[in-house]
Nanobody, 120 residues
């Protein structure tokens, strides 16, 4: 079991940056693949970025490639999402999640989410 708490969300102007953090507690954090999901107003939840347990493999949804960077520090039990060149369409609730197996709901642990609003 792992518990996840997100922070770092807020209101930012288009073109600005935010860094989200997800603090994890649990004995086996280093064995979890981690990811960031978001849910925009009126839309379903989508995977934004994911990182393997060791940090050696990352994946991004096409819309954020080149702008967002996911990273992790297993010594600190923390995963980050650096978001640059933010756009209004990036607005939504961002959730941290982890899995030791596959990205299916029955295998995932979720944080409570943090709001990101990109607006002028």
């Amino acid at each position: 079991q792992v518990q996840l708490v997100e922070s770092g969300g807020g209101l930012v102007e288009p073109g600005g940056s935010l860094r989200l953090s997800c603090a994890a507690s649990g004995r086996t954090f280093s064995s979890y693949a981690m990811g960031w999901f978001r849910q925009a107003p009126g839309k379903g939840r989508e995977l934004v970025a994911a990182i393997s347990s060791s940090g050696g493999i990352t994946n991004y949804v096409d819309s954020v490639k080149g702008r967002f960077t996911i990273s992790r520090d297993n010594a600190k039990n923390t995963v980050y999402l650096q978001m640059n060149s933010l756009k209004p369409e990036d607005t939504g609730v961002y959730y941290c999640a982890g899995t030791t197996t596959t990205w299916s709901s029955q295998n995932m642990y979720w944080g409570q989410g943090t709001q990101v609003t990109v607006s002028s």
